[in-house]
């Protein structure tokens, strides 16, 4: 029997939560309901704007992958994030976060630099807005994947959002692979429809010759 009922793998970032209107996304020229990349100088510049507003903001660890893997956490499953953060006070943050949450987590030595960050706007209609800083989740490779606890899992879950650099589809592709081998079985989340259109090729090259559960609301 496996250890982990889901390993899960994806960008670590700190989601900061907000309620925000419909005229703060026109004002701002935030594209609604999507997920943009934004750098970290416009990341800070609507921070400041909400919280002028003195909107009240909740901060927690996150990304799609985590936030499934720990809500299956709390509801009994036995899960494993793979993720990478920095050093500095945001990584620890998002590390306790998970400790608390039960998820165990592979840390293969956190580096200096910025951990990522997503800002998360929801409106009254329940539409979430993302803006996302990768920061050091970024640079995940290979060296974040605990092999030992990925081929001890009885699923493995991947989100769509790692297909939009090479190297981290190729590490994600490996990964994929020695879950196949392993009889591990692998659910993967198309994400966003940006990632289809722009990365269609690269989800195809980490689905290989198929999976066995895909995610694409």
Known sequence: MATYNIYGIGAALVDTEVEVSDAFLASA??????????????????LVALASENTHMLRKCGGSVCNSVVAASSLGAKTFFSGKVADDSDGGLYIDDLNDAGVAFHSAGQESGITGKCLVMVTDDAE??????????????????????????????????????ESRTLATKIAVETAKANNVKVAISLSDPFVVAVFGDALREVIGAGVDLIFCT
């Open 128 to 165: 979430r807005t993302m803006n996302t800083f990768l920061g050091a989740s970024e640079a995940l490779s290979s060296r974040e994947i605990d092999q030992a606890a990925l081929v001890d899992s009885e699923w493995f879950y991947v989100e769509g959002y790692l297909v939009t650099d």
């Open 29 to 46: 020229q935030i594209d609604k309901g999507v997920m943009t990349l934004v750098d970290e100088p416009r990341q800070a510049e609507l």
